[in-house]
Nanobody
């Protein structure tokens, strides 16, 4: 199994930016597809973005397209989520997840999860 540790969350004003990082460790971590999900209080976990092992295949939720960018540095075993033009509705705990090879927008398809990092966007 892959171990995942997120960082980079915090409090930001609407319109601001944050960059989240997800550091992966484990023998096969560089071959994993990675995903970012978020969960706001009282709401279900929702898909944000995913990237395949090579970094070529990328998908975004409609709610973040054009504002968020997912990327990965395979040499550092780290996946990033650059979040720009943040809105109060982006407030949530953001978690990264890993699965074998191909991307997926469904949380049930991922078998490794980080502990999450809080992102709070004030209006």
């Amino acid at each position: 199994q892959v171990q995942l540790v997120e960082s980079g969350g915090g409090l930001v004003q609407a319109g601001g930016s944050l960059r989240l990082s997800c550091a992966a460790s484990g023998r096969t971590s560089s071959n994993k597809a990675m995903g970012w999900f978020r969960q706001a209080p009282g709401k279900e976990r929702e898909f944000v973005a995913t990237i395949n092992w090579s970094g070529i295949v990328i998908e975004y939720a409609d709610s973040v397209k054009g504002r968020f960018t997912i990327s990965r540095d395979r040499a550092k075993n780290t996946v990033y989520l650059q979040m720009n033009s943040l809105k109060p509705e982006d407030t949530a705990v953001y978690s990264c997840a890993a699965r074998d090879w191909s991307t997926s927008a469904y949380a049930k398809d991922y078998d490794s999860w980080g502990q999450g990092t809080q992102v709070t966007v004030s209006s």
